[in-house]
């Protein structure tokens, strides 16, 4: 199963606007390109979509489930084109919103029939026994006949997910799953996920390293839109070796140094901080020990725009 | 004025439903699904057409009851061109045809405007603003007829909510106000059902 | 901050809209409800300026009431005898009012002293009535004949007032309860120092809104009066406009619009802080809703339904409604009896007023620091079968239950009940309508049009009996007021013509479908179209 991402472009524009897009004429100031020529390619596997905030994951997101049209792009699974597959790509996905955003005043249960039935489970004792099936899997058995506005945040997320792996689906999207939960409750999620992922794609959006740190496959980076990388997480911290560091700063001197280089972390001892740095190019003036690089330090390297170069 | 009341309980009942949906965001997960678009749409609209078609008969029952309450109906059996106003009516026909015939007449427009109404919740992602242009719809015949704006009046929502309108004022300015207000609620609602099936809304 | 919040809220589109329409919906209501009134706008500037160019004009319009009898042809401001006749009764008793000033409040003033000697527990109320009309008798204030009509209307506009208080629940929607439901006030409590001032500047951004709401929405209903029925000077006493005369304030008509447009922003004010209250108990956005229209309910019965006579009369007076009916506390002076004891009602309404703000400020401020989240918990008890693997039913179900599709339609069904009027006879002429309709369908074609011929020679002959008297009043054998009364008496007769009318035109057209069609007809009421 190979789900495509074929060069793939998203503008939002004024609604005004719009017309004039569909005539073909382009737009001299579109309020923001979300989507810039991304393409890349997933077998099964857990896949980590990271970038800031306004990167583009949602947007793509988006694309990849079928709610949103790309300007221009095709999304294909096993050769045919999504949209045009319509019902039965949607029956194999399972997608997993941003937001907590559900129906307030039906429980826990009717919730899950509810999207049951839209994912086109049928009556009978299979149906009922994968509902029940996937509450276990998510530990919500206890919290059957609570209503969603009633549940904790934590609870909410595992629903959602609940309701994304309802329909055991081919490919698996989630969208930031430990968004607002306490470290416990993303342990578990992320255990979770690494368990249910067996033989399905599973994209899952996220800027928090933690969450996807030694689970993926492979992690894409997007950009303002645009990809900058796809890679496993070991070819990717290869890449910044020798360009993490760990410089003892005198206090003094701390604030300068601040200015000019990247830094990742800081602990004080005394009249000396340990500074966790990346940069290009050794530090000479101070202490230097050379790091392991890890996944964060990747994310931090691709997004800070300030690196002393010399 | 009972159509004004049925007219405005239609747009508290439909217009939120599918607002609902965009302004909670729910509509990503409904999307996601593969019965959330066609389906979905089909569903309810088979839910609340049948739904609308009884609301409107139990209006005009208990419009009829208050009226054999207060008059006494008599005569139905009578032909219609009994009444002065339908004297140039074509068709010989009897009351109670005449009844059931804009009964019927009056389903078919509730169930077009409704359409509308359905159409204008697909298109806002504010339950409130549905309302509002929901009510803004039924209330502007209203206006209309009281401010005597006769060429307004040749475009406007009168007689879905007032069906007998157009068995007895059956002239050419009521014949192209009906092609007219169809046609635009018929493509209203197929642009707004197509955006919402391809992931345009 | 309250700058910030109105600047918000009037970016809100569905608020402007919200107020677009009411403001058109007020002003098209008085415009149709005027038209229907006074059947044509520009009758009392008509009337009014003839009137002021008389040297006598009680005078003037008894000659030309006497003048129109003779030849009902002869009608210069309206189409109908029956019309002008009421249109000059009117204008009669407002100048005798005006032109007569003097005497008919020197005759209130000996009627309330004669009545307080009856009955002694109208001795205080006597006596500041008898001291406040002396006062204004003994002041340069005299009333001017003039078209303050408009102006008349204007002060007894309920529709306006109800008005208003839909477009203060809409602001406070955008305001208070959208940004609750969002969950805004939980993270309002955890600042200490933001709680207080955060409910006051709220409070202040509604109480601001519902100020320029009721200037906007007033002056606009002003607008639309006096372009329709137009206006003479502001600079005379108030007395001077139609159901003003026994104003108790020495003040112009400028003078007394201010003073009532005062008070009407006052009443404003305190619905404000009702429904910002209302807003801050923990209540979901639905029962906030509930409650306001339920307390605004009550008020009406209680202020319409409660006659001044009655034990209860100071819940009529003591209510929401009643505080939004300016005109009625300030137009004239009235005292209620409580425990056997006399109170002036602007004094009564002043009181309550005041007590009022008193405690809706207090307890709204109550109501927000004790705020807690609503309660939506709730286990729910076997709810699962509600749902299943059928999208129909799922979709019905969540219709109904969830989306409140049952409520909707039960309250419909109720209002559709009660909006139909199921009284066997609605008005006289409902009455007689129906009991002619029943008569004529015994008769056959001929009897029914001799039946309807004889009503007609009767009507004829009550108006020539309206010609004989004003004969009788020139020649000086009755009185003014016999003549006005048995005049009275013969109009109200007169009033069954359309109905007459009707049926004969009905007559002809039965007549012209049997011979026509040949098909069996019977007279039928207009209520099945």
Redesign the interface.
Known sequence: MTLKVENINKTYYRRRRLHKLRSGKEMSSPIKKALDSVSFSLESGIYALMGPNGAGKTTLI?IM?????PDTGLVSYKGQDI?KM???Y??L???M?Q?Q???????V??FL????????????PG?KERIEQVLDLVNLTQE????I??LSGGMKQRLLIA?AILNDPDILILDEPTAGVDPNERIRIKNLISRISFNKIVVIATHVVPDVEYISKEIILLKEGAMIHKDSQDHLTKMLEGKVFECHVPVDKLHEFEKSHNIVSMVKEKDIVKARIISDYQELDFDVKELVPSLEDVYLYNYRSSIRLD | MNTTIFALFSVSLLAPIFSFDRQ?????????????????LKTRFRILLPLQALMYIAMQVIWYSSLSYRYGIKNISGNIQSLPIFKDFPIVIDMRVMLILQLLTGILLVWLFCTFIFSISIKNSDVIQSLLIGTIACVCPFILAFVNFDLAKMFWLGPFLAPSLLFYKFTWPVILNMVVMTSFIVLFAHKAVKDYT???V | MVCQSIKLLLKNKSFIMICMLLIFANGIFQYKTTMDDVFDKNVYKETISWLTDEAQPLDSLSVYRREILEDPNNLRFLPHLYQEIMLTSELSSYADGVLNYEAKVEQLINDTRARAMFFKTEEKGAKETTSTYQRLLSSDQRPTLGNYFAFGRWVKLGFTDGVLCILLLAAATFLIIQERERGMYTLIKTMKLGRTRYFLQKAATLVLVGILASIVLYLSSLVVLIAMLGTGPWSVAVQSVPGHMLNPFPVTILGYATMFLIFKIASCIIMTLFITFLCFLPLKAPAIYLTYGISMGVSVILYYKIYPGSTYVLLKHINLISLMDTAEITNKLYYVSVFGKQYSLQGIMLTFAGLFFAILTVAGMIAYLTYKKTY?????????R??????FT?EAT?LLL?QKGLLIIAAFIMIIVFANDFTVHKNDLDTYYKNAVDHLNALDIDEAEKWIEKRQEELERLEGEIISLGVLLQEGQITEDAYQQATITISQQLYYRSVVTELEEQSVHIRDMKESKGIACAYLYKALL
């Open positions: 988006n489930v079928g709610n949103l049209k949209f319509g019902a039965e949607r029956k996905i399972g997608y919103p937001h955003w559900m129906y307030e005043n039906m429980t249960m009717q029939y509810y999207i049951a039935t839209l994912k086109d489970i049928k009556k009978g149906g059957t006949n609570k209503k506005g009633a309701q | 909670y965001k729910m509509e990503r997960i409904l999307g996601a699904t593969s019965r959330g678009n066609k389906y979905l391809s992931a345009q | 939506s918990a709730a286990m729910g008890k076997k709810k699962t509600l749902y299943g693997f059928n999208g799922n969540r969830h």
